[in-house]
């Protein structure tokens, strides 16, 4: 097996818009975590078939209960509801879970990040590097499952080209907020307040069923929340229904991303350079 | 391997008679505690400087602030002649560090953790390449290269992060207690190598708390407690000045040896008295140990050697190296 | 020199004696004393799994038992939607609970923390020490069991008085995930393992195990493959006892989940006696 990556890492680099982002210091941590999963390829796969067994359980299986949805005045097969919200929740999943136990050990147990900083990388860099590197793996993850769903028919209009863009938006938005949530976690427990947050976001999300059927009070709490902006976003754009609500959940979720970052950089600065 | 002039990075530095590193009055604060009070030094090129001191003496803080790691609290610091607050990462860019935990990637293998690291700099893949080859040979680590981190040995571990740290062929090597945990035989091959380092004009400064160290490895030393300098000087300097000679060690078990110690007057120039054993002072060990004999005293044991840093710092600070 | 005399002495004073007078009743089972390390460390995290064992459940039943629940208009199995998934998820509770039970912990006991090592340097054999484990997360099992079974019957799930049984049927699924998973998990020298079973096992089966929709909306052969599995063992005793409907197959349901922690038994033995016992 060779040592070197030869061409590929760089060249998956130079397609990354990186440099648009920020420094090409970030594209190092990039390069290392790269390297890290050429090993563990099959690891990486395998991350695709969570969503894929949910698609063909609670989408395919479920929906032969439930048939038809009303959404928006339209009447769709089941399938076709669920799927869009499903792609938005599996980027919420993979990027929450990459950012939090990862970054988690990264930083507290194996002081990765240490041997980062006696170098010229800077803590910006490596917040950067870290939400880079979750956003590659996510954003792979979720064009296959939109590949997935095309194949079954659940793409209804081509504004679903959207949607990769739209699901990125989402896991830059859960990256950058769940690294800076990590930079406060004093022990493993503080794991359990993860799923504590994300059970009840993908519960609710307006994955499994429209709000309205919802009590009133549920459905403006969920509102609110970032996985439904993302839910809708997806949805609106899968089945062509367009409104300029949409616009403003795609701003709800970039906002939250950038929010993210600055208070993980500004974290990690102070974790790490006492 | 570090030869001459082709292996000092891509930014030459003139070969001047400037000081590497120059502190006046630096301090570290963390709160209200003093973990660095206003000490002042300078490091000369391709010098062995070392820091001397127990765990808590602020040696670790003065390294990070000297590789750019940790705000100064107070005082000057300047490092390759630049302000580390405004070109901490310039600065980076041009010294090697070797922490206390080695903080090795250990989801990469040997090889990558060098070529990982080197990316950091920005070194071309190439240069990396080869420069990995060769440190790991130097540190006797080649035919690990695609092995692990997590499963190699503590010395191993140790000699990897030194050769990490030479990546970027580093004008000024940093190294923060190299050999604490090592067995013997690993302590000697990285002395060794440090050795070899300095006499291809590495410039090293070295903290340790291991007094057979800092005799070594270090040209000068500063003997470093509670974050102040107590002396500074070269290791033979600091035991003639502060020590004599020989010292005779004796031992009485349980009993307390303290009532003997007037009737000693004037045969020792000073006395130590610790938990285990009695110190006595004096330029003639085996003459000392004859009038203790004549005294009637009867120790469990007794030891005559010279004296060693860790009697310079007893003098200086009442208390032993390692506690 | 006189007070670390005086310290020495006191330990020759009061070593335990088996024939001291104050020993009187008989020495408590040795798979009791290292069960007992782990509920000393739940101290530590009580709070927080009480809290999820109460709040997940209610989520679940309201967003898909309610939630989806009304979209279906006709009865799921001969019953409601929510009545139908609701001791389903039960089951799967009880399967993830086992099953994350006996993953990191025990490898942290292993190879990280080496709990088991500090135990066994005591009069604990390895047989103790597999035992006051597996123990522990069956009782853990039995206390979020029981809430999940409260929560069902604050939503008007529960309509047999059999549904009691529901609980220690429970345990007995996350028995039949944490014995074999246990097994699994000292053999095993990184997670990987762990992610493999998370992703290829526990989630296909809480997707495919007749939770959500009846099994019989599967094809055939995949029925088939879920059959031979035992969550659904799991899934469908649970809830033929809430519901009432109790024949001749809950003996099989039965049957399989017993054999199944009784074969995870006998492999983790074997295999923690290899890991730790070297």
């Known amino acids: 097996m060779s040592a070197t990556p030869g061409p590929s890492a760089g060249a998956t680099l130079r397609i990354t818009p990186v440099g648009l982002l920020g420094t090409r210091r970030a594209g190092r941590l990039v390069e290392r975590n790269i390297r890290v999963y050429r090993r563990l390829w099959m690891y990486f796969v395998s991350g695709f078939f969570e969503p894929f067994f949910y698609l063909l359980s609670i989408g395919v299986g479920l929906g032969k209960l439930v048939h038809t949805v009303h959404v928006a005045g339209a009447v769709v097969p089941y399938a076709t509801f669920v799927a869009p919200g499903l792609l938005a929740s599996s980027a919420m999943n993979g990027s929450t879970l990459d950012s939090t136990f990862n970054i988690y050990f990264k930083l507290k147990i194996a002081k990765t990040y240490d041997a980062v900083l006696s170098t010229p990388m800077a803590p910006a860099d490596i917040a950067l590097g870290e939400l880079t590197w979750s956003l590659m793996r996510a954003t792979t993850y979720s064009l296959a499952f939109l590949v997935v769903m095309a194949g079954f028919g659940y793409v209804r209009s081509p504004w679903a080209v959207l949607c990769l863009p739209a699901a990125m938006s989402i896991s830059f938005a859960f990256s950058a907020v769940g690294m800076a949530g990590t930079t406060y976690m004093r022990s493993w427990q503080d794991f359990d307040k993860v799923s504590l947050v994300l059970i009840p976001l993908f519960l609710f999300s307006g994955t499994f069923a429209p709000l309205s059927v919802y009590a009133g009070w549920i459905q403006a709490v969920v509102r609110c929340t970032p996985l439904y902006q993302g839910v809708a976003l997806l949805r609106g754009l899968d089945l062509g229904i367009l409104s300029w609500t949409l616009v403003g959940h795609a701003i709800y979720l970039l906002v939250a991303g950038f929010v993210g970052l600055v208070v993980a950089t500004r974290r990690m600065t102070t974790l790490l350079l006492p | ?323 | 020199m006189e007070p670390t005399d005086r310290a020495l002495q006191w330990s020759a004073d009061t070593v335990t004696r088996p024939d001291a007078p104050h020993r009187t009743r008989r020495p408590t089972p040795m798979w009791v004393r290292s069960a007992r390390y782990w509920m000393y460390q739940y101290k530590r995290t009580w709070r927080g799994s009480i809290t999820t064992s109460f709040l997940f459940p209610v989520l679940y039943l309201t967003a898909i038992g309610l939630g989806v629940g009304s979209l279906i208009h006709h009865p799921v199995d001969g019953v409601r939607f929510l009545d139908f998934l609701a001791p389903g998820l039960l089951a799967s509770t009880a399967m993830q609970i086992g099953g994350n039970d006996a993953m990191y912990p025990v490898m942290a006991a292993i190879k990280w923390l080496k709990t088991y090592f500090a135990m066994l340097a005591t009069p604990l054999s390895v047989i103790d020490v597999l035992i006051g484990h597996l123990a522990w997360i069956a009782l853990r099992l039995f206390v979020v069991c029981s809430i999940y079974l409260l929560i069902m019957a604050a939503f008007g799930t529960v309509h047999s008085p059999l549904a009691l049984v529901a609980v220690p049927v429970g345990v007995l699924t996350g028995m039949a995930f944490a014995a074999p998973i246990a097994a699994f998990a000292a053999t095993q020298v990184n997670d990987m393992g762990f992610s493999t079973i998370y992703r290829f096992v526990l989630i296909p089966l809480f997707l495919f195990s007749g939770i959500f929709f009846p099994l019989n909306q599967l094809p055939g052969w995949f029925q088939a493959v879920a059959l031979a599995l035992p969550l659904y063992h799991g899934v469908a005793l649970c809830r033929g006892l809430v519901l009432g409907h109790v024949g001749v197959s809950a003996v099989v349901h039965l049957a399989y989940l017993v054999v199944l922690s009784a074969l995870g038994l006998v492999v983790a033995a074997r295999t923690y006696r290899r890991r730790l016992v070297t």
């Open chain 2, 1 to 323: 391997m570090h030869g001459s002039g082709a292996w000092r990075g891509t930014e030459q530095v003139a070969e001047s008679a400037e000081p590497l590193v120059v502190a006046k009055g630096l301090t570290k604060r963390f709160g209200d505690f003093v973990a660095v009070d206003g000490i002042d030094f300078e490091i000369a090129r391709g010098e062995s400087y070392g820091l001397l001191g127990p765990n808590g003496a602020g040696k670790t803080s003065t390294m990070r602030m000297i590789s750019c790691m940790s705000p100064i609290s107070g005082g000057t610091l300047r490092v390759l002649g630049l302000d580390p607050a405004q070109h901490g990462a310039q600065i980076r860019g041009r010294i090697g560090l070797v922490p206390q935990e080695d903080t090795l990637d250990l989801e990469l293998t040997v090889l990558d953790n060098l070529m990982v690291y080197g990316r950091y700099f920005d070194l071309p893949r190439s240069v990396i390449r080869e420069r990995a080859r060769q440190l790991l040979e130097f540190t006797q680590l080649w035919d690990r290269a695609h092995d692990k981190v997590d499963p190699l040995s503590g010395g191993m571990k140790r000699r990897l992060t030194i050769a990490r740290s030479l990546v970027s062929a580093p004008e000024l090597l940093i190294l923060d207690e190299p050999t604490t945990g090592l067995d013997p035989q690993a302590r000697h091959l990285v002395w060794d190598r440090l050795y070899r380092l300095k006499q291809q004009g590495v410039t090293q400064v070295i903290t340790t708390h291991y007094m057979d160290e800092a005799e070594q490895l270090c040209d000068r030393l500063a003997v470093m407690d509670g974050g102040r300098f107590a002396a500074e000087g070269a290791p033979q300097e600091l035991i003639r000045r502060y020590s004599t000679r020989e010292v005779l060690e004796l031992r009485f078990g349980t009993a307390d040896p303290t009532p003997i110690i007037p009737q000693l007057d004037g045969l020792v120039q000073r006395t130590e008295v610790l938990p285990d054993r009695l110190l006595l002072y004096t330029d003639d060990g085996e003459g000392t140990l004859g009038h203790v004999h004549r005294l009637g005293v009867t120790p469990d044991s007794a030891l005559v050697r010279r004296s060693t840093l860790e009697d310079v710092f007893l003098r200086l600070t009442g208390r032993s190296l390692v506690d």
